[in-house]
């Protein structure tokens, strides 16, 4: 597609229930990346896919947080047992193989968790 | 890993002054540093990057220096403008080739007023 594409992009989910995030990355960018932004902060490193491998998965916070990728295509952030702590935006991005130039992000799911 | 140190987190200015704000990174490996802009509400945008092989790099208004030796990176933007007034993160990545990572400052709220 065009850009970089988000969904849902917003969610409210009750404490305790798992949530499925989408990102779509940009055609052919064979990396993607996960980020965080809590409310007024900066963004916090989750993860990022090579194709459909994660040589760096060291920002995710806990085992409730996992992501996966199809191939250089969609990928999706599972947060299980949600927790107030997880209400944020959730930014995706994307880039071609050989390098981090040229970040574009998608425009975010908004999580609240209640 | 990286870490990526910004000031100041608020700064205030009117319009037609100059604005600056500064980062600081700890990886002397690092050589690709870009500037995001990201207004209430929206995606982070990149709007300049400069990479470690020059020290400095302008585009109309705005430009971004690189001191190396010292491990800091600058964006100034002159003749402010109130529609400047946003949230800017400054990065930093080691790009060897591959897609990897960008640790990102706790960005600097920019206010321009008439």
């Known amino acids: 597609g065009a850009g970089v594409s988000q969904s849902p992009s917003n969610k409210v989910t009750e404490k305790g229930k798992d949530v499925e995030l989408r990102c779509d990355p940009i055609?052919?960018?064979?990396?993607l990346y996960w980020y965080r932004q809590r409310l007024g902060q900066g963004l916090e490193f989750l993860i990022y896919f090579q194709g459909n491998s994660a040589p760096d998965k060291s920002g995710l916070p806990s085992d409730r947080f996992s992501a996966e990728r199809t191939g250089e295509s969609v990928s999706t952030l599972t947060i299980q047992r949600t927790q107030q702590e997880d209400s944020a935006v959730y930014l995706c991005?994307?880039?071609?193989?050989?390098?981090?130039?040229?970040?574009?992000f998608g425009s975010g799911t908004r999580l609240t968790v209640v | 890993g990286e870490n990526v140190e910004q000031h100041p987190s608020t700064l205030s200015v009117q319009e037609g002054d100059s604005a600056v704000i500064k980062c600081t990174y700890s990886?002397?490996?690092?050589?690709?540093f870009p500037w995001y802009k990201q207004e209430l509400g929206k995606r982070p945008q990149l709007i300049i990057d400069?990479?470690?092989?020059?020290g400095e790099k302008k585009d109309q208004r705005i430009a971004v220096t690189l001191n190396k030796t010292a491990k800091h990176f600058s964006l100034h933007i002159t003749e402010t403008q109130p529609e400047d007034s946003a949230v800017y993160f400054c990065a930093a990545s080691r790009n060897t080739g591959t897609a990897s990572k960008l640790t990102f400052g706790t960005g600097t709220r920019l206010q321009v007023t008439l």
């Open positions: 991005a994307s880039t071609p193989a050989s390098a981090v130039y040229g970040y574009t």
């Open positions: 400069i990479r470690s092989n020059v």
């Open positions: 990886d002397s490996a690092s050589n690709y």
């Open positions: 055609s052919g960018h064979t990396a």
